[in-house]
């Protein structure tokens, strides 16, 4: 991806599934929720999927077995690899502070 990327959220949606479903175990990924909202929301709404998306214009928020968490800035300047592996060291970081998984390790096994 050039600098300036865009993308729909939807896109972004469909790269990050893969996240979630290999780094959480089966019934934690049912209590999961996790959408896109815009970084100057404080509130968390989420972005509809056809809304469009620029390098650091959204965020990733997650509310995994009632704990809510957050992934930073979505930075698509870098290619969907970066972006990807951005999300999921912050959903690590998150994973292994949280009551449910607390100290685990769970890096995703066959991410791009």
Not at 83 to 92: E, F, I
């Amino acid at each position: 991806m050039a600098a300036g990327e865009v993308m729909e959220v939807r896109a972004v949606v469909a790269l990050l599934e893969p996240v979630f479903r290999e780094m959480l175990h089966p019934d934690e990924l049912r209590a999961t929720r996790y959408h896109l909202t815009s970084s100057d929301d404080p509130r968390g709404h989420a972005l509809q999927p056809d809304d469009l998306v620029e390098t650091n214009s959204a965020v990733v928020w997650w509310r995994i077995r009632g704990e809510r968490g957050t992934s930073g800035g979505i930075w698509l300047d870098d290619g969907p690899e970066e972006m990807t592996r951005h999300v999921q060291g912050a959903l690590q970081d998150f994973i292994a502070e949280s009551r449910f998984g607390w100290g685990e390790f769970r890096g995703p096994l066959g991410l791009p």
